[in-house]
């Protein structure tokens, strides 16, 4: 069973930025396809980034944010950078078996979640 810790969030200013983290146990996390996710209040769930071989973004964080994974130390990282309040949100990674190919930005998509992590962005 793959469990999924994050950690990282908190209340930050406007241009600010934040890194959050998400450790990787329980599979070979090198099999995984893994993402971050975001959900404010009253939205859905929606796709930040994700990395497999390559990294995807969504196109309202491309030039902000990167993700990043350390095969070593089993997490993956998303470093945010020019806060934005309309970032503020839920921040989830998740994980799902990574067969080689595709990218996959649905939530349906993933398998594993992990319990997520508040960022607010204050104006």
């Known amino acids: 069973q793959v469990l999924l810790v994050e950690s990282g969030g908190g209340l930050v200013q406007a241009g600010a930025s934040l890194r959050l983290s998400c450790t990787f146990s329980?599979?070979?996390?090198?099999?995984?396809?893994m993402s971050w996710f975001r959900q404010a209040p009253g939205k859905e769930r929606e796709f930040v980034a994700a990395t497999t071989w390559n990294t995807y973004y969504a196109d309202f964080v491309k030039g902000r944010f990167t993700i990043s994974r350390d095969n070593a130390k089993n997490t993956v990282s998303l470093q945010m950078s020019s806060l934005k309040p309309e970032d503020t949100a839920v921040y989830y990674c998740?994980?799902?078996?990574?067969?080689?190919?595709?990218?996959?930005?649905?939530?349906?998509?993933?398998?594993?979640w992990g319990q997520g992590t508040q960022v607010t962005v204050s104006s």
């Open positions: 998740a994980a799902r078996p990574w067969e080689g190919a595709g990218v996959y930005t649905r939530p349906s998509s993933y398998d594993y």
């Open positions: 329980g599979r070979t996390f090198s099999g995984y396809a």
